[in-house]
């Protein structure tokens, strides 16, 4: 999804935080069990869903097929429409009312996100200072106040013209049955829906027109995007029944499956792009615009549908005739579509091979704005993310991906994406992109279609969990650019999310996407590092990749939640997790653990000549108390020093002489072991090892493995892993012994800077000094290269050298 | 409360997918250089933007060092400290493109006793009214957080040794 410019702020419902009544509780002492196993927090398997994170044996859906007929009115910017629901209920309930949603009515003035919309975007308020307003929340006003917004209903009927009775709650609509609709029985409804598009530009949707004022054409030219277009059934599922939670903005859809056909009659020079195959090409398009459809199936660059040129004239003129586009699309969740008479269309086809989907065609459509930007590369990264997509999960399930320019920064759905990412117009006319622009369209393509396999194909519940399809989403993107272009810096690095995690403002993953505060660094940021983390620290690549890719595969198609993914991850690598989940998604630990001391055991020999030798040297390596060294200074002597010539056995043997008394009770002690413990001792004595024993803190809570780097005295570099399981009984502390034949001359606790670690300074022994950011910029001022101004130095004219006199 | 509008010309948003219409800001008591340090980190795709509409679109983060500098200079001048409502006089020390953030570096000396601070973070929220801007409290204590919004002015933090 996007980031929604909210000016429906984000309403910040309380969350229940009061501790769960737990059986189980530690009633003495501090002990925290991190690693208690989830189980009892997670839902009680059951034959719809199993223990092991698998569609149980009776996973049910409902099945939603769609047949909608709408029209654009432009003028006006209306879109009315009529549509016939197939519900087909395979539920073992019987429902006595089915729920769908309005989700147009959320930009009713009286709708809860906006009555609920706080001043001041979620934070608490503040009563000495004057508060602001800004022009954008004054736009969105006005343009609530000025246009009548949200659906128009009529004519809800039953195939055979009963009138149902329904009641509209918000963004939801309760229909009741005159029948109640019994397991594996159908049902065949119908309304008319119209309502008055939204400007997004002004109210922030996920869909809405675009208006370009400068274009020729009178009055100018829009682009249309519909989205959350037409009203969806509600889910109804094993877990939740009806899932309606009111649409508040940041929590986005929970959906069914379907079939739809969909029939949208535009004007006649409009060019539509839209979920589903075009089950009419003959009728509206040209017999080239299907030749050159024909070339691109085996192009190896994208080719022209409709050209710059040809979008140019269209765009210029007008017309009053229509043209009706049909489509076809099957097992989708929902349909969307772009209409526009400034569209350029572009495409390639992608054998993808394998028995399913082997040709998928990738296809762009944008106004001139998008420019070369748009031509070189959004179909290109179209076919990027498909094939890196489908390696982590299943092949491309569909026949068309699609990337769309319009006034939506980012935002998927099945089929088709909506990406914002242009070009500028400069004074000279032309058209540049800055080299950020150009990363921002190949992320936002790559992340947006990713969204077709997550949450579109594996239909995850975006308003209960939005890490579930972003968190997800977030960490394939990251792969699949650094696939792309490994020195562009796309991936989500464990440090860039330590100064979110550190914080004492945030809340756990596992939250409500509309109660959480900050869905960047939550939802996106932290679960994608997370999965980082698990992949390339804790599990490695071969257990987490055939983990990961049979979530997608058992899910394809299907609803999980949040306990089958971490069911299924643990149950496909074989490695208990329930510690990395409690600490990463159900709690807001961080990770900070500290090598606290490091200290040399040496090991007795008990042989009085070595031993008594060892006591001695570490008694003459104390320094001299500096009493007797200002003596010395000063120049004065001792009474011994004068007197030489008294002396006794007392001078020659100082406490640490051997007598024969230590000699014999050695041999005694030799004597007396027992057979293995003499070859243990002996063994020992022998290989005369360095013991070293290493103390950790955990100072963040979050228990993590702790990766050392032993460095030797002959520089010789040592990595160790040691699992998370060493804090299991002693969360707070722990110590680690270390037997080496080397001298250890330093250690470092994850020299990578792997696991998200918020202050590495208490990494090192010894303890080394971390430069901030600020004392590491003034140690070397940066002379790196990329601070060249290349674009403006690419233009310096060749010279000859001057000649000389 | 007190209304006041904000007069802005032709903004028209364009949003991504990928803006996060968000900031981190560590300001660090850093007792080894004795300095307050304030590392302000934006997402480069935020900043990005923001120069387009802030300076002129030929604005390139990347490309120009005179738009890092100006940027630079915009967040100098929307982060203020204040110690009992006396201004904190914070130098500008230099911006860094790291990665996929972009950052800027402010620091003053540690004043003598100082027991609270006020601060003020209102970058790009006269772009984006959604803009939050995080900042972290470091190196006094546990680490205390501050969430300004447009209409989080100014907050304040007492300080522990
Ligand atoms: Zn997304």
Sequence with gaps: MSYKKSCVALALMLCAQASLADPIAQTKGKFEDKFRQLDESLPTPNIYRNAAGEPGQQYWQQQVDYKIKASLDEEKRRLSGSQTIHYKNNSPYTLKYLWLQLDQNIFKPDSMAEVTSTFGGGSSPNNEMPAKISLDELRNLQFLADHELGYQLDNIKLADGTKLKFVVVGTQMRIDLPKPLKPAESLQFSMDFAFNIVEEDAVSARSGFEHFPDDKRKGGNDIFLFAQWFPRLVAYTDYEAWTNKEFLGSGEFTLEFGDYEVEMTVPADHIVSSTGDLTNASEVLTKEQQQRLEKAKTAKRPVFIVTEQEALENEKDDTDERKTWRFKANNVRDFAWASSRKFIWDAKGYQQGGADQPFVMAMSFYPKEGGDLWKKYSTESVVHTLEVYSRFSFDYPYSVAQSVNGPVGGMEYPMITFNGPRTELQKDGSRTYSQAEKRFLIGVVIHEVGHIYFPMVVNSDERQWTWMDEGLNSFLDGIAGREWDPQIPWGVEARDITDYMKGDQQEPIMTQSDSVTRLGPNAYTKPAVALNILRDVILGRELFDFAFKEYATRWKFKRPTPSDFFRTMEEASGVDLDWFWRGWFYSTDHVDISLDKVYKLQLDTKDPDIDFERRRKEEQDKPMPIFVELNEAEGKTTWVERNKDVTDFYDENDRFTVTNKERNSYQQFLADLEHWERQVFERAIEENKNYYVLNFSNLGGLVMPILLQLTFEDDSVQEMYIPAEIWRKTPDAVSKLIVTDKTLKQVVVDPKWLTADVDVENNHYPRQIIPSRIEAFKREKSKDLVERDIMQDSKTKLKEPKAKD | ?161
């Excluded at chain 2, 304030?38 to 390139?60: G, N, P």
């Excluded at chain 2, 959604?130 to 100014?154: A, M, S, Y």
Aim: with cysteine.
């Design chain 2, 1 to 161: 409360m007190r209304l006041i509008l904000l007069v802005l010309c032709c903004l028209s948003l364009q949003l991504s997918a990928h803006e996060m219409k968000s900031a981190i800001t560590k300001v660090l008591f850093n007792q080894r250089t004795g300095n307050i340090e304030v590392m302000h980190r934006f997402y480069l795709h935020d900043a990005e933007h923001a120069v387009k509409k802030l300076l002129d679109k030929s604005a390139d983060l990347i490309a120009k060092q005179s738009t890092r500098d100006s940027f630079a200079l915009y967040v100098s001048s929307h982060f203020q400290l204040k110690s009992d409502g006396q201004d904190l006089k914070l130098s500008l020390v230099g911006n860094e493109l790291d990665g996929r953030f972009f950052w800027v570096y402010q620091e003053v000396a540690i004043p003598h006793q100082l027991t609270q601070l006020q601060l003020r973070h209102n970058s790009l929220q006269s772009l984006w009214p959604e803009q939050v801007n995080v900042v972290n409290i470091e190196g006094r204590g546990k680490v205390k957080t501050l969430k300004f919004t447009p209409q989080q002015q100014w907050q304040q933090v007492q300080l522990s040794n």
